[in-house]
Nanobody
Framework: QVQLVESGGGSVQAGGSLRLSCAAS????????MAWFRQGPGKEREGVAA???????YYADSVKGRFTISQDNAKNTLYLQMNSLQPEDTAMYYC???????????????????WGQGTQVTVSS
């Protein structure tokens, strides 16, 4: 059974940084992407960043140049380094993973089968 456990959220002031981690367990074979999504108050869940099995990375336009996704395959851990945080980045952040042979759409929630419980990020101005 695949489990994803996020950590690293918190409250920071605008311009600050946070590093999210997602520890994965129970995986035998990965799907094409692992990703970070977020959902702000009253908003739909949106794709923030994704990384492929070949370590290609993809970002939402709103976070390009500020966020970096990475993975440590030896530790089965996914990371999201978030710099220059802004109040509009405030959201619950979720780690997500696809089943083997999953869709090659990196930023659509229905394309992901496994989800963590989320970690809250709050950015104050």
């Amino acid at each position: 059974q695949v489990q994803l456990v996020e950590s690293g959220g918190g409250s920071v002031q605008a311009g600050g940084s946070l590093r999210l981690s997602c520890a994965a367990s129970g995986y035998t074979y990965r799907g094409p992407y692992m990703a970070w999504f977020r959902q702000g108050p009253g908003k739909e869940r949106e794709g923030v960043a994704a990384i492929s099995t070949g370590s290609d990375t993809y970002y939402a336009d709103s976070v390009k140049g500020r966020f970096t996704i990475s993975q440590d395959n030896a530790k089965n851990t996914l990371y999201l380094q978030m710099n220059s945080l802004q109040p509009e980045d405030t959201a619950m952040y979720y780690c997500a993973a696809q089943r083997p042979g999953g869709s090659r759409i990196w930023n659509s929630p229905p394309a992901f089968l496994y989800w963590g419980q989320g970690t809250q990020v709050t950015v104050s101005s």
